[in-house]
């Protein structure tokens, strides 16, 4: 089925009809794969121990590489996605995604799994940009964009709730590879659908593609984000905070370069309306919230609770409920509301779902799964309507780029809410914790509870949620000072017209 191909400007948005969101439905499924794929080895880990036998630094591979290749790439693929074709590279990452899922399942050794798991990322990497690029492309109407966006982010949010319950579940009857498997029946179904149903688009007139931007890029995400993550993990070293300053050199490098080049990765541009920088400021300060309180109620389920794996999984699926429900609720109600003030409202109540979690005592389930919701609720209120917004924004050649940044950012809010507030308590917890009990378990709650005294782990425990509680309150900070510049940046800024611009849409 061919398309045809338009390179005059429109002028006035288009309603999108049925085929829009059917192809938008389709577009869905490697989202899904991509989030889940986030969370899918939660279960998985202790087969792959014992059938792989990897060292400690090989089995932290398997999991992190994932996420460095897929935040590594994401500027280089949205850049690439917006020259070649958003749809071209969204088939071209999920023959790749498909092809890495069934050589990690089939991995025989953990080099070449984590081999594989970095291909996984590398598919990741071309078709989250893509997905979201192509939305931008297919809805120009203001309503019908802002109410898919809310869509997509639920989806994305459920995705990586889902793939741990999912891999539980095929773990029960299957073997480890399983869990990489049911990747390939959706890749497979985008390749056939996607020609037929998702429309091409590209940017009339690309210029030349930069190859030196691309290790500029990767240098400026990487070993920011992996410092992060180490600090998150060991806490503060010299060596890790150096990495985080070789990438803060490296991305003043690369923004230097983005502002010579004729043609660069990403358009300088991009940043004449505030509202675009304000959207990834925005982004990123919201996931420092959602990925710090992840890492403490995940946690809580598990070794405060002493629920199983799957237990906690499933208790972990329900702020995703709400998530759901939220997500096209904040997009309908900023159609009535200036979105700046419904921003500063989705920050607040993030804020309160921490407060939450600060009554919360050592047997509080009910306490931190309400927490979890109203801060998940909070959250995806305040990345629904910047996501829009910024995209919007952004010119419809430039949409790949612009959904690479938002990407990216939010990676970066990833690693250091995880840094900062796991750093918060993680003080607060060794200061707790006995100056006789064992090394191990002043450095974790695990590590509390694999010497097996009953004792030490009760300690621990309140030492763990007393550290939550710090935590917390600065999370709730966080969300505050994101309530207070969401309306201080964009009142009165968020109802104008986005822009309709100039974009070929091709076989």
Known sequence: ???????????????????????????????????????????????????????????????DVYGFALAGLL???????????????????AVAFGLASVGAAYAPSAELLIAARALLGVGGATLMPSTMALVRNMFTDEKQR????????????????VGSVMSGIMLEHFWWGSVFLINVPAMLLLL????????EFKDPKPGRFDLLSIPLSMGAVLPAIYGLKEIAANGFTVPMAALIALGAALALVFVRRQRSLPHAMINPALFRDRRFGAGISLNTIAAIAMMGSALFTTQYLQLVLGMSTMKAAFWSLAPSIAVGIAAPAAAAIAQKIDRAYVMAVGFLIGAAGFAILILAGTD?????????????????????LVTDMALSTAPLEKAGSAASLLETGQEFGGALGMAVLGSIATAVYRSDVPASAPSAARETLGGAAATGDAGLLHLAREAFVHGMHYASVGGAAVLVAGAVLSVTMLRRSCTAPAPVEQVTQAA
């Not at 690439?80 to 990452?93: P, Q, S």
């Open 75 to 93: 500027i280089t693929m949205g850049s690439l996605g917006d020259r070649i074709g958003r749809r071209k590279l969204l088939l071209f990452g």
């Open 146 to 161: 802002t109410k898919a966006i809310g869509i997509w982010s639920g989806a994305m949010a459920g995705g990586i709730a």
């Open 364 to 384: 509080s389930l009910a306490l931190l799964i309400i927490g979890a919701g109203v801060i998940s609720c909070g959250i995806v209120t305040v990345m629904v």
């Open 192 to 199: 056939v659908l996607a020609p037929v149903l998702v429309p």
């Open 1 to 63: 089925m061919k398309n045809p191909t338009s390179t005059a400007p429109s002028t006035t948005a288009r309603t999108a009809g049925r085929k829009e969101w059917t192809a938008f439905v389709v577009l869905l499924l490697p989202l899904l794969l991509v989030s889940m794929d986030i969370s899918v080895l939660y279960f998985a880990a202790p087969s792959i121990s014992r059938e792989l036998d990897p060292s400690a630094t090989q089995q932290l591979w398997i999991f």
